[in-house]
Every structure is written in C-alpha cells, then in structure tokens.
C-alpha cells in the first residue's frame, strides 16, 4: 500500500543461506507490524509480528527487527529451507484509521 | 489452519451476471474484512465489518456491497460482474482491531 514500501519484489537464495525483507513506513503512529507468509493456493498466514515497543523479536530461524526512528522493520529468515518458498507481505496497522496496509509483496525462492 | 473458510474456490463467470462470494468463520471474531489481491500480489481493503450490522467501505473503491447478518458469515456480492472485476479475493477475520488476521483461501474470479 501507499504507506509500506517493501523490497525485494523477488528474492532467491541457496537453501541454508539467509534472507533478509525490509520494510519502511511513513506515520509514526503504526505501532504493530505484522508479517504474513502466502504459499500458492492459500491465504496469508501471520509468521510472526511485532510492536513498537518492542525493538526485536526471535522465533526459531524467523526474527523481525523495527527501528521507529528510521521507520523500518525487517523480516530476517536464517537457514532458509526449500519449504520458505513463499510469498511474504509486511503490513503496518494505523490505529489512527483502524486499518491494515500491506506491502507490495516479496517472492521468495530457495534453490535447493 | 484457522477456521475460515470461502467459497466457490474457482469461479469463471460471464459479464453481466450476479454473483455472491461467500466466507464463514467459526472463531466468533466480530472483525471481518475483504481484500482484492491483485495480480501483482498487493492486498487492498475493500470492505470491513466490526460487527453485526457494521459495514464499511475500505481504501479500494469496489462495486461489491456486502452485508453482515450474522456474527460468523461476510458474503460479497457483485450485483453485474465485469472483466474489471477479475481477481483474488481474500476474507479475513480478527478479536479486534490491530490484531492478527486470519486468512481464509480465496476466491479466485474470472468475468468473462
């Protein structure tokens, strides 16, 4: 959406390397930012999140960081394996308008 | 799996005709949206609901009305489907605002 801004568009990657998907967003008053992993033929389905008043968040190989003062957040996959390849989307929720933006979307391939 | 689910999956329909695209939860979650995704992968809000009775527009002006009856069920209905009106679309669920989404599978439309 027009406040998200999400980069790569593609990204492919050796299986056991890392991948890094960054995000940046414009108002300062989102303070959640969640992140959602679409495979083919499904919905999104959240693969971790995090607020702002929080600064990192680790699950297994999936962590997301968040510098408010940049206003970016990062989705960081390390020892990617052949089953990440998905596409993943950053979304920012503005309280102000009570509402979801996505961004536009990160394929991720790993090559086996 | 998140219980949300939509249907038809598929649907290939001629200009002109009435369709209803239908999704159902069985969380009890009073927030309920609808997303088009476009071929480009981005989502966009097209309506929302906070509850029986509450419906509102969302960012993407859409031809879709839906209604909201019941607390578990968010059909969209397309009153005269165009080619315009080709895409996925994607029904969510949420406790409350700001917080997770579910995801049901999509829709997949085709008008021709």
């Known amino acids: 959406g027009e406040n998200v801004e999400q980069h790569p568009s593609t990204l492919s990657v050796q299986e056991g390397d890392s991948a890094v998907i960054k995000c940046t967003y414009s108002d300062s008053a989102s303070n959640y930012f969640p992140w959602y992993k679409q495979e083919l033929g499904k919905g999104p389905q959240l693969i971790i999140d995090?607020?702002?008043?929080?600064g990192e968040k680790k699950d297994q190989r999936i962590a997301v960081t968040l510098n408010k003062t940049a206003k970016h957040f990062s989705l960081h996959i390390t020892e990617t394996q052949p089953e990440d390849s998905a596409v993943y989307f950053c979304a920012e929720f503005l309280y102000n308008f009570n509402k979801f933006y996505f961004g536009s979307g990160t394929k991720l391939n790993v090559k086996p | 799996e998140a219980d949300i689910y939509q249907t038809p999956r598929y649907l290939v329909i001629g200009t002109g005709k009435k369709i209803t695209l239908e999704c159902s939860q069985t969380?009890?979650?009073?927030?309920m949206y609808w997303y088009q995704q476009d071929p480009g992968m981005e989502l966009h809000l097209i309506h929302y609901?906070?509850?029986?009775?509450?419906?509102e527009k969302g960012d993407l002006s859409s031809e879709s009305t839906v209604s909201r009856i019941r607390t578990e069920h968010f059909p969209l209905t397309l009153e005269s489907a165009r080619p315009s009106h080709t895409s996925q679309y994607l029904c969510?669920?949420?406790?409350?605002?700001?917080?997770?989404?579910?995801f049901g599978p999509g829709t997949r439309l085709t008008v021709t």
């Open positions: 969380m009890g979650h009073d927030k």
């Open positions: 995090i607020r702002s008043n929080v």
């Open positions: 609901s906070y509850g029986v009775n509450s419906t």
């Open positions: 969510a669920s949420s406790v409350r605002q700001g917080g997770e989404q579910y």
